[in-house]
Each structure stands twice: as C-alpha cells, then as structure tokens.
C-alpha cells in the first residue's frame, strides 16, 4: 500500500520490496451531495500481504470498503483488483468479480443462525455453482483447518468460533483479497488476540491479500502496513516491523 508520495511522511525508500499489487486504488473520490467523504484515495495491497486502516470514526473508512465491494460508485478514480478495474463494472459482473474475488469478514459474524456452520461457509460456493460435494468438503475442510465444529447450531457458536466461521466463509472461494471491518471489535480480550493473529496469518496461509479496518491498535500493529484515514484523506503509513511513523 503506498498512497501518493506528496501525503507519505515516511521515507518511501524504507518500505519493504513490494509484491505485485492484487488490489490498486488510485485517486477514489467518493462524494455524496457537496460532501467529500474519500478525497484522491490511493493505497495498494500485494498478494501474501496485509495493511490495516485506522482512523477516527467518521473518517470514511467504512466508505472505502464499500466502494472496494462495488456497494457504492466513486466520484471518480479507479479500484483496481487482480487487473480489472471494478468502477466500470456494472450489474452481474460486478457481483460475479465479487463472490469470485473478494471474501469480506463482518465484525459481527453475520452468519445465518438458520443454517449450519458448514452450510454456513459452503453457501457462497453453492451460489457460484459449485459443485455440491466439492464445495461441502472445502467447507469442511477449512472449518476443521480453523478449528471450528461443522455441524450443530450456529447460534450457539461462541464470539471467537463465529469469526472463524466468517473467515471460513471468505476464503471459500479463494479470493484475491480479504476485507474484513472490525473483525475482532466483538471479541473479549484473549479472543482478540486469536482471532487477529488467524486474520494476520491468512496471506501466509493462503496466499490472499488483506484488508483490515480497525481501531484497535493491538491488532492494526500485526499487519505489514498501517494507514490511517483521516476526513477521508489517507494521512500516513507506517510498517510496524521498520518502526516508521
Ligand atoms: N449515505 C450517506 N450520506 C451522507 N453522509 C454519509 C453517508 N454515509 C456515510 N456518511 C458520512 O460519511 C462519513 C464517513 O462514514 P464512514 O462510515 O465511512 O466512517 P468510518 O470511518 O467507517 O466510521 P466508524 O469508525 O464510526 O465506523 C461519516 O461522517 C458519515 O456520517
């Protein structure tokens, strides 16, 4: 992730060799009425790689991740993921780059209490028209390489199995990239913890990109580069590792 030179008040010669970019912003403006709330947004991810964006609230950092789903259209700039830019997708494409590309984790979970975890995790392969064993036998598979039981009542999961099974469910379709909003913002201290270090470990893992917005610094600091989002302007970034700032 590098925003524009002109706004780093790191030395960019300090950052890390950088894999190719999977996912590339450059300039998103998004403005709803007179209201900037992103302002020339710039930030790559590379694969095997994890940023994480803070900011104060209000900052727009929710805003960035929904014009990255194509939830919300950008004034103007370019997202650009695995080579193809999503603001000129429209419609099916658009939600077809999504399911196959992009795994979003909730700070909440938001599963399906009516479903099994493993159901749970096998629906966004069934929806792309997986095969139905395959995509079951995946779902298995990484609920048991997370440690999450497959059968029995979703609702009964606790705070740190329910993030698993939504970390399951991203990755079921091998994304390019893994959002994830305050993904441990519901979690007691020591879940925390778990669930960031299983977040921060998913590019080693599997080779995905990801994105994490938080507030936690404990769990922004685990990432390879820390920005922060201020008025909707990417203000800094800083390599934990390097001890820039
Ligand atoms: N549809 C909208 N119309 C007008 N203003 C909006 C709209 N959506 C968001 N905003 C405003 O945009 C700003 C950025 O919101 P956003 O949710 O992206 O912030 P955030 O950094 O994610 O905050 P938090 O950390 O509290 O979740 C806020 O001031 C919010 O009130």
């Excluded at 079921?172 to 960031?196: F, M, W």
């Amino acid at each position: 992730m590098v925003p524009r030179e002109s706004r780093l008040n790191v030395d960019p010669i300090a950052l890390p060799a950088r894999s190719d970019p999977v996912l590339r912003i450059e300039s998103l403006t998004y403005a709803i009425d007179d209201r900037i709330l992103l302002n020339e947004v710039d930030l790559q991810v590379g694969a095997g790689e994890s940023v994480t964006i803070t900011g104060p609230s209000g900052s727009g950092k929710s805003t960035l991740l929904s014009c990255i789903l194509g939830l919300l259209k950008p004034s103007s700039g370019r997202i650009v993921l695995s080579g193809q830019d999503l603001v000129r997708l429209r419609g099916r494409e658009l939600a077809r780059i999504r399911q196959r590309k992009i795994g979003m984790v909730f700070q909440f979970g938001e599963l399906i209490p009516e479903l099994t975890p493993l159901e749970n995790v096998a629906l966004p392969a069934l929806l792309q028209r997986g095969n139905r064993r395959e995509s079951y036998d995946k779902a298995a598979a990484l609920l048991s390489e997370l440690g999450v039981p497959s059968h029995g009542r979703t609702d009964r999961l606790s705070g740190g199995e329910r993030q698993r099974t939504g970390v399951a469910r991203a990755l079921i379709n091998s994304p390019a990239v893994i959002l994830a909003d305050e993904p441990t913002g519901a979690l007691d201290a020591k879940t925390k913890d778990q669930v960031a270090d299983m977040i921060f470990d998913l590019p080693r893992a599997y080779g995905c990109a990801v994105l994490v917005v938080t507030h936690d610094a404990s769990v922004a600091e685990r990432a390879n580069h820390v920005v922060h989002l201020d008025g909707g302007v990417l203000a800094t970034v800083r390599t934990p590792g390097l001890g820039g700032s």
